[in-house]
Structures are given as C-alpha cells and as structure tokens.
C-alpha cells in the first residue's frame, strides 16, 4: 500500500539538499547553452503575496524546465530595496529604515525558499547596499560625463505644513497625506537623465521585440508618443476689426481665401496701446494641418508668453489663469477638465488668408510643455475643439468628409475624427487627409511660414528625490567650480546611519555633517547634493549586475554579454510603461557610451495576471448620533465592514464572520488587496499543504495572462493531484509487456508538455498531466506502465519538484531529478494513431467510428455493423455485400 507523500519533511529535506548541493547556481564558464529567466525583483515590504507566488512559479517551471533541457540557466533573485515605505516605517515606528528592510528582506528570502524557487542565490543583491548603489553611482557619473545627465528648474509637491517636498503618492486629493494642507508647485533645481535622446531608437526598438505582447509595445508607443505635423506662426494683431465682433462669430469664420499669399489691404496697423505689442507671432503645432481651412480659434497655454503678455495689462485674465491652475495641469487632469477659455482681445492671421482673422483664447486644455504651448482649433475634427466651439458660440466648419455630407456647417456634439476627403478648403478639396497634410506642409516651407516638425510626448527623466532612503546622488556643489561629480575613488557615498526621522522633511538635508565637504576639483568648502535617485533607476539595470557582479566594477562586459538579454522576463503589466522603458534606456545608454553592446534588455517579455478572491462584508448595525439623527432623520445606521479572509467560516446555515457569528454577504472576486481585506497569506497554506500544491494550484487553473481566482477548493484539488502522483510513484511493482496506447498517450505528453512550457501556457501543460495521470492510473500492469510513471516523475518535476524528487530517489535515480534530462520523444509515436472511418450504407453516409489506426478488415467490419444507426437502418437484415477500405470506409448494401 502507497504512504501518504509528507510534503513538510520532503520540502525541507530537497530544499536543504539543493542549498548545499548549489544545485541552481549559475556558470558563467558553462559549455552548455545559456538561459537567462527573470521575474521582476520584489519590494521588501514584509511578506510575499500570492502573486509573488504566482509570477515567480511561472518563471522557475520555465527555468527548471531549460535546465532539464540541458541549458546553463540564469534564475537570480534580489531586492528592489529603497523607496518610500520604509521611510514611512522609520516615521511611524521609529526604526532605521534599513533595519526595517533588511529584516524584511530575511523573511521574505525564507519565504521564497520555502516553495522551492530554483533560484541562484549567490547573486542575490539589495540595491539598498552600498555594494550595489555605489556601482549606480559610477554609472551616473559615466552619464553624466556623456552629457546624458543635466540639471534643470522643475516643479515638486510641496507640503507648506510639514515643509517638505511630497512624492506623487504621498499627495492625496491635493493633499499632503500627514499635514491635510493643500499642496503647493515649488521650483527646484533637480536633476534630469536625457531618454528623449533616445526617443526615437526606444521606438523603433519595438519593431524587434516579436516576444513582447502588443499591448505593452502599444503602451510603450503611446508614452513616447510621436506625432509628425507642421509647425507654423500666426501673426498677432489687436483687435483689427471695429466691427461688433458677433458678426464675426456667428459665421462660419471664413474669410476669402487668396490663393497668393499677398498683402492683404485689410491688414491692420496694430495699435500700440494694446496688448500683443511685440508679440507678432504666435508658433502652433499641429498634427493635423490638413484642416487648417477649418480653423476657428487660436488657443495658448495658462503660461504662455502670449498669456503672460496679456496678464500684464488686463487684470481679468490674471484672474483666470488662477482659476486655471486650480484645476490641475497634468495631461490626465486636463482631458476630464471642462474646457475653459478667456479671449484676449487679440486676433491672429490665418497663413493662408491674410483677411481672415481668428480669436486668440487663453484655453486651460492647452499644455505648456507640448509641442509649442499654443494650437489652432478646428471644432468639427477634434473634441476638445468642438466642446470649446460650443461653449463660446465659434464657428464649426466642416473640411474632411467621410461621405457624402460637404455642408460646411457641423452639427452636433461628436467632432469627427475620422479619415474621409476634404471639403470646403479651397485648393486642398477633393484629397485625403495624408495628401492634404503634405500640400499644407509643402506649401508652409515653399512661403517660409512653417514647418514639418516631430514632436514627442516623452519627457526627459527627472531622477531628483527629495529622500533619504535611495542612492545618494554622486555629485557636489562648489560655488566656484558649480556641479563636480564625486571622484570615482571616493565612491560608493554612503547613506549617514545616524539620522532621525521624528520631524518631516529629508534627513540627508538636515544631517549636521554629512553634506559640508570639500570641493574635489578645487578644494573649497563645498556641498554635497542631498538629493537621491528615483528607485527606477536601482531598478534600471539589477539584471545586468545579475549577470555579472564583479567588487571593483558594476559589471563585465564579457561576462554580462554572455547572459543578455533576458531571454524571458516575468512581471506585472503595472510595470509596462515605466519601468521598461527606464530599463531599454539605460541599456541603450550604455550601449551609447561604450559599456554594453545590448541593445534590447529583454527579449522576451510576458505579463501574469493577477490573483484574486471572493470578497466579504458585514452590515452592522448602530444607533444613530444625536447629530446623525437630525441630519438623515433615521435612528439607526448600517454601517459596511470588509471580513478580512481568514476570519470567515462557511457553514450549511451560511457564511459566517468567525470571531463574531454575525452573517457576511459574500462579494464580487477582486484583485487581492488589504483595503478589501481579501488577500490569502501564502505562508500558512504552503504550511498547511505543501509547496508543491501550490506551486501546481497558482499555475493551473487559468491561463497565465488571466486572473486567477484562488479558492480552498483549488488548492484542496492540487493537493490531491500531487497525493494521486505519490500513490502512483511509490506503488509502482514493475509490470512485463506493452502497451501500445500508453506508449503513445506518454510521448504525445512528452512533446505537448514542452511545447506548452516553452510557450508558458502552464495551464495547458497541466491539463496534459492530468489527463496521462489518469491514463496511468486506468492501465493495466505493463512494461510500458512502469516506464510511464517514470516519465511522469520528469514531466511534473519543474512544477512539483519535491515530490518528483522523492520519487526519483526512492526509483533510485541517478543523481537529482533537478539535474536529469527532460525525457526525450519517439516521433514514431506521435503519429496519429486514430482514424475516423465512415460508414455507409447503400453509398449513404450514415455514421463515423474513430478507430485506432491499422485495424484489420474484420474488425472493422464487425464494428461498422455493431453500430447504432446500422442497426437501425439494416432492421434485422443482413447486407448482401460489405467492401471495407482499412483506414477510411465502409460500405454496406443492403
Ligand atoms: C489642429 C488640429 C485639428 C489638431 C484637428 C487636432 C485635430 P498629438 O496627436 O497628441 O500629438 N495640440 C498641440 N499642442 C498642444 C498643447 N500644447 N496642448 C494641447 N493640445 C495641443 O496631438 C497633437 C494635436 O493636439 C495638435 O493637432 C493640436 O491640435 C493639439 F482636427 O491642431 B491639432
Ligand atoms: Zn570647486
């Protein structure tokens, strides 16, 4: 009789076993081919999750996997170690923010060895050492020497309560998250790293990274944000025509156009009395010049100099740029904002009509830092120009047609933005909208009053953090000498131990020694830069040190060029714009200075989805306040709970929270998280029921890229898989003969398991398992039986690899399971050895049999008659005649 597989003593026993063995550790001088498998590296917050679980499950299959393929496979692991929530412990609990992390960093090692990764620990690293930020900081200084790195004004959030500058995250509905007071823009001298220099190379990268899903090459795109268009000018006037401007408004503002761009007599004398004085010109960017016969308006930014010139003399627009920059000026802020405008009084001159003149707004949707902080609109194709159109009663004229509509005036509130031909735009009429464009661009350069331009949406990366817990940032500041970088012999700067955090604000800054140095250029009592890095940048380029750490340098480059790039990288898609993208930059950087002939980080790229679970609330009910009473005019309230997971019991009666009896509702299954209170803590359950079940369960339920709903009865049911291997491991007695069908159903398996593994298709894989596990289990003692337990044992190992271990050793295989080759394939066996043969009686097709393949003709023909429907059809007769084509046919006539 088989035992019961005890997964607490064999966990720890091959866990020990592999440690020693330093069975997973790395060669560099390997003969073999290399695989380099990485799961982005965790935040030490305390404890792993069960999407850790997840996410680093799936990348150590594929790199056990390779391993019993015979590579040389790169599985390391380290810490993304510096950020804010360490500092907040510091704040909140008085201990050192590296004390906090690094006990963090211990539990969550133990964790993660205790489900068994097959991970290189030799190379682990935390990038809050000194022995990997210091590495960071020559490479800064490398950059900085290139002219990657610059310094520049930029705005921060500044908390005027706590007098301390705020990360985005700490800022909470414009907030400051521990002082309440509304957070102020402040201009700060920050540092900058140039990735827009590289805008174009990070785009066209793309193209090449046939392993990266779409959508996040789309997000990538979209961030980068190339827009191809034409640059031009208005010429700026005061008001030019006395006339009651409606008149001007009402109409569809179309002036006669001139097909010479002669002088038009029109053309006012500005009045020097007004503002627009020395502002002649206004610059617009626009990727859709193809319309500019359907120009209304002309907008600038809330600080455009235009805006700023108008400020001065009319006391109402300094009021309204005010109301502006209340409402927020980020892109995402803008596009939800209701359009705002304020007209100027000025007027600008349509390029292509010199009589034709438009109203200049100051628009809070236009962005400074766009293009050129100034547009021209056009209401009947673009939806922020149309809302505006409406609200300030502007003309609306139709140029691109998509049927046959040309009626120059627009109706409705849906701008169109699609393609179509154009209309009502004089020598541009009848084109498409590509074509308009270049005749738009042409003639612009022809007359010299514009240009074909790209403008990017990518910003360069501002690094600055007004923190202490990051890699100090390498630089020192004399009044005489201005930026010197730390010479690369003083490196690592090392983090001051002896700091506090009982009042607000960077500790680096207010560290009674730390910053007063001298200057290593010429000696003078100088400062040294307080600010640290952003944790994007740690983030940046660990994979390199993975590949190579040597003490005296961040990497070699032989070394690490035999490793990159990352042949699979496992990670969440909430990393898909930043993260890569800092990544492919600082890779290409250092191509671009010499360091690293890589182009691409990360060949491969796959995004888990995530794991979630049923939620759960109470209602619990309260007698009302005295003033809740006179508000809602009720006696009673019921107030919502979340029941944290681990507090619910299911019952027949219903579910229950457990530590108060009261009834729960059960809720919709969401993203694990600890505001929903519905996470499931891995530790216990590994505990309770091994890693190997759930290593099986995160990865067998849903495709990879799917969420996974975790449930009791998903991990009961992996459980008991791995129980029925054992049974079927350890009860084997080895049988004589063959049996064909298993012989076929195993190699099948061998070939499809792979094939699902190489694609990262876990779920598909498991589904084979079980279905030859169950094939065994129903066999008949054979030869091929026992040989087909034994292939199982490897088959399940990247997956299950403690069970699979005990197994081989008790089979008394030779050396580690870990360590033996992926078993190999009989291509004879997979062929099909199924046919569908059809059955005919009298030429009539009346049933199909699928048949193993090669049966004799009398066999076939007993089953043909033995069928159902012939049966039927024949009513007791016999056929007079039977022709049987093996493989294919039968027919019968009757
Ligand atoms: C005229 C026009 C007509 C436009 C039309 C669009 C549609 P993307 O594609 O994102 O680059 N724009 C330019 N600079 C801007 C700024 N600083 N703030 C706000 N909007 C700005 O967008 C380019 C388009 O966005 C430009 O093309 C401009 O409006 C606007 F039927 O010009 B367009
Ligand atoms: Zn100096």
């Not at 309440?180 to 990268?205: C, H, M, N, P, Y």
């Not at 990051?470 to 930026?483: L, N």
Request: aromatic share 8%.
């Amino acid at each position: 009789m088989a035992s019961r597989f005890n997964a607490l003593k064999a966990d720890a026993h091959w866990q020990g076993v592999w440690d020693s063995a330093r069975t997973f550790a790395a060669r560099d001088d390997s003969p073999r081919p290399k695989s380099y498998v990485l799961e982005m590296f965790p935040y030490p917050s305390g404890k792993i999750h069960m999407g850790h679980v997840r996410n680093y499950t799936m990348g150590d299959v594929l790199a056990r996997f390779r391993r019993m393929q015979g590579m040389e496979v790169l599985h390391p692991m380290g810490w993304d170690a510096f950020g804010m929530p360490a500092e907040n412990a510091a704040m909140e609990k008085g201990v050192h923010p590296g004390t906090w992390t690094r006990a963090n960093i211990a539990s969550m090692k133990a964790q993660l060895k205790r489900l068994g990764f097959a991970l290189d620990w030799t190379r682990e690293l935390a990038t809050c050492e000194p022995d990997y930020y210091g590495h960071e900081q020559a490479l800064f200084l490398d950059l900085y020497e290139a002219g990657l790195v610059y310094r520049k004004e930029s705005a921060v959030n500044w908390d005027p309560v706590d007098m301390t500058v705020l990360a985005n995250e700490q800022v909470i509905d414009g907030r400051g998250w521990r002082s309440g007071a509304l957070v102020e823009k402040r201009k700060l001298s920050q540092w900058f790293l140039k990735i827009t220099d590289f805008a174009d190379e990070l785009l066209e990268g793309l193209d090449g990274l046939e392993h990266w899903p779409d959508k996040v090459k789309l997000m990538q795109e979209n961030w980068i944000g190339k827009s191809q268009g034409l640059q031009f000018r208005f010429k700026l006037s005061p008001h030019p025509i006395p006339a009651p401007l409606p008149a001007r408004r009402e109409g569809l503002g179309v002036g006669a156009f001139v097909e010479s761009a002669a002088p038009a007599s029109s053309q006012p004398t500005p009045d020097p009395s007004l503002p627009g004085r020395g502002l002649e010109d206004v610059e617009v960017f626009s990727t859709r010049p193809d319309t500019i016969f359907g120009a209304s308006f002309v907008a600038v930014a809330a600080d455009h100099p235009v805006a700023r010139e108008v400020v001065a003399t009319n006391p109402d627009a300094a009021d309204f740029i005010e109301r502006c920059k209340q409402g927020g000026t980020t892109a995402a802020e803008i596009e939800t904002q209701e359009k705002l405008g304020f007209d100027t009084g000025l007027t600008a001159q349509h390029p292509l009509d010199p009589a034709w003149q438009l109203p200049v707004y100051i628009a809070n949707f236009v962005l400074m830092d766009y293009g050129t902080g100034a547009v021209f609109g056009v209401p009947a194709h673009d939806q922020r120009d149309l809302d505006f159109a409406r609200k300030y009663g502007l003309p609306v004229k139709r140029v691109v047609s998509d049927h046959d509509e040309t009626a120059p005036v627009f109706v409705g509130d849906t701008a169109y933005t699609g393609p179509g031909t154009l209309v009502n735009s004089h020598f541009l009429d009848g084109m498409d909208i590509e074509d308009a464009k270049r005749a738009v661009i042409s003639r612009a350069e022809g007359e010299g009053w514009g240009t074909g331009t790209t403008v990017w949406r990518l910003r360069d990366w501002g690094v600055s953090r007004q923190r202490y817990w990051g890699t100090p940032i390498p630089i020192i500041h004399c009044d005489a000498c201005g930026p010197v970088g730390v010479p690369k012999d003083q490196l690592p700067v090392v983090l001051p131990e002896d700091v506090a955090f009982d009042i607000p604000g960077n500790p680096l800054d207010r560290h009674p020694t730390w910053k007063h140095v001298d200057c290593p250029k010429c000696g003078a009592a100088a400062r040294r830069e307080t600010d640290t890095l952003d944790t994007f940048v740690d983030s940046s380029w660990y994979f390199i040190r993975f590949a190579s750490q040597p003490k005296d340098k961040p990497f070699d480059r032989v070394a690490a060029e035999q490793w990159l790039p990352v042949g699979q990288y496992i990670g969440g898609v909430e990393h898909a714009i930043l993260h890569l993208l800092y990544a492919r930059f600082w890779t290409r950087a250092l191509k671009h200075i010499g360091q690293l002939d890589i182009a691409e980080p990360f060949a491969g790229l796959f995004t888990q989805g995530m794991v979630t679970h049923e939620t759960y609330q109470t209602q619990v009910e309260r007698e009302a306040s005295a003033e809740e009473q006179a508000k809602l005019g009720v006696e009673t309230i019921t107030d919502l709970a979340w029941v944290p997971t681990d507090d619910i019991d299911r019952t027949e009666a219903g579910v229950f929270q457990r530590s108060t009896g009261i009834p729960v509702k059960t809720g919709r299954v969401e993203k694990m998280s600890k505001s929903k209170k519905n996470t499931v803590d891995p530790e216990p359950i590994v505990d309770q029921y091994g890693a190997d079940a759930v290593r099986f369960f995160v990865i067998s339920d849903s495709p990879p890229e799917k969420d996974l709903e975790w449930s009791e009865a998903g991990i009961e049911g992996a459980w008991r898989f791995v129980q029925r291997l054992w049974r079927l491991f350890d009860g084997e007695k080895s049988g004589e003969g063959a049996d064909a069908a298993l012989d076929r159903k195993v190699h099948r398996t061998i070939a499809g398991v792979a094939t699902d593994i190489e694609a990262l298709a876990f779920n598909k894989a498991v589904a084979k398992l079980y279905e030859l596990t169950g094939a065994i289990e129903k066999a008949a003692p054979s030869a091929s039986r026992t040989a087909a337990i034994a292939t199982l044992m490897r088959l399940v190992a990247p997956m299950t690899p403690h069970v699979a271990e005990e197994a081989w050793a008790a089979a008394g295989g030779e050396g580690l399971i870990a360590d033996a080759p992926w078993p190999a394939v009989d291509p004879a066996l997979l062929v099909d050895d199924e046919v569908t043969i059809a059955i005919q009686v009298n030429g009539k097709l009346r049933d199909t049999l699928v048949m193993p393949k090669g049966l004799p003709k009398d066999q076939i023909e007993a089953a043909a008659l033995a069928s159902d429907k012939v049966v039927r059809i024949l009513e007791g007769k016999t056929p007079r005649k039977v022709i049987v084509v093996p493989d294919r046919l039968v027919n019968l006539v009757a």
